[in-house]
C-alpha cells in the first residue's frame, strides 16, 4: 500500500477535537468529586461515597483515553516525518499503529460511558427510594379518591430494579 504525506494528516483533526472532548469530561468529572466530596463531608452520605467511587473509575478511564489519544497524535507525527524522509514503509507501520491506539482510545471511552450509566443508576435508585418512603410515609390513600398515576419518565414507568 502506498502511504503519503496526507494520509497520517488525516488523523489529525479528529484527535484534536477527541482532546477537546475527553478535557471537558476530565473537567466535569473533577467538579463533580470535589462536590459529592462538599457533600459528604457536610452529610456523610453513603450515595455520595457510592457515586465518588464511580467518578474515580471514570477519572482514570479518561486519563487513560487521554494518554492513548496522545500517543496516537504523536505516532501520527512521527508517521508523517519518516514519509517525509523518504522512510514510507516505516511511516505505514507507525500510522497502523496510530490507529491501534486511537481503537483503544475509542474503546476506552465506550467503556467510560458505560460506567456513567452506572453512576447514574445509583443516582435513580436512591430517588426510586425516596418515593417509596414518601409513599409509605404519607398515610393511607387508598379510600380517598384520589388515584395515583405511576410516575413516568419518558413515557416509560420508572423502574424499580436494578439492572432493567
Excluded at 483533526?13 to 459529592?36: E, G, Q
Excluded at 491506539?101 to 465506550?110: G, H, K, N, R, T
Amino acid at each position: 500500500m502506498e502511504i503519503s504525506l496526507n494520509t497520517p494528516a488525516l488523523l489529525f483533526p479528529a484527535v484534536s477535537l477527541l482532546l477537546i472532548a475527553y478535557t471537558n469530561r476530565y473537567l466535569t468529572i473533577a467538579k463533580l468529586i470535589r462536590d459529592l466530596k462538599t457533600e459528604y463531608d457536610k452529610e456523610q452520605d453513603v450515595v455520595s461515597l457510592r457515586q465518588i467511587a464511580f467518578l474515580k473509575r471514570r477519572e482514570r478511564f479518561i486519563r487513560n483515553m487521554q494518554t492513548f489519544a496522545i500517543a496516537s497524535i504523536f505516532c501520527c507525527t512521527f508517521s508523517m516525518a519518516l514519509i517525509f524522509f523518504h522512510e514510507a514503509q516505516w511511516g505505514g507501520y507507525l500510522f497502523g499503529a496510530a490507529l491501534v491506539l486511537m481503537l483503544i482510545s475509542l474503546a476506552i471511552a465506550l467503556r467510560d460511558i458505560i460506567t456513567a450509566g452506572g453512576a447514574l443508576m445509583i443516582e435513580l435508585k436512591e430517588m426510586e427510594e425516596h418515593l417509596g418512603d414518601n409513599e409509605t410515609d404519607g398515610g393511607d390513600d387508598e379510600g380517598s379518591g384520589q388515584d395515583e398515576e405511576p410516575v413516568q419518565t419518558g413515557g416509560e414507568d420508572l423502574v424499580t430494579e436494578e439492572g432493567q
